[in-house]
């Protein structure tokens, strides 16, 4: 059974930082690209970054180049999003999600298994 599960939201004031991991089990992680997408209260889901299969190539939403990073440990199973600098209006629920593939897309129907999400509220 594969497993996807969030950890290290919580309440930062704006300005503080976060790390999120999310620990797969029960698939082959090398071979899944992995992506964060979030989403706010009354909001459609929306891409925040893609890391490939191995780990080496990476895209982000072009609002948050610069002060969000994705990375993954194979060894480890696990995806993490390094958010810095956080604003208010980055409060939401963060999933991250597994596609059987070398790279992800930014389409949410790609993906083959869904975490139930960290929730990250930024205080002004």
């Known amino acids: 059974q594969v497993q996807l599960v969030e950890s290290g939201g919580g309440l930062v004031q704006a300005g503080g930082s976060l790390r999120l991991s999310c620990a797969a089990s029960g698939l082959t992680f090398s071979s899944y690209a992995m992506s964060w997408f979030r989403q706010a209260p009354g909001k459609d889901r929306e891409f925040v970054a893609s890391i490939s299969s191995n780990g080496l190539i990476t895209d982000y939403a072009d609002s948050l180049k610069g002060r969000f990073t994705i990375s993954k440990d194979n060894a480890k199973n696990t995806v993490y999003l390094q958010m810095n600098s956080l604003k208010p209006e980055d409060t939401a629920v963060y999933s991250c999600?597994?596609?059987?593939?070398?790279?992800?897309?930014?389409?949410?129907?790609?993906?083959?298994?869904w975490g139930q999400g960290t929730q990250v509220t930024v205080s002004s």
């Open positions: 999600a597994a596609k059987r593939a070398f790279w992800a897309v930014r389409r949410t129907g790609e993906y083959n298994y």
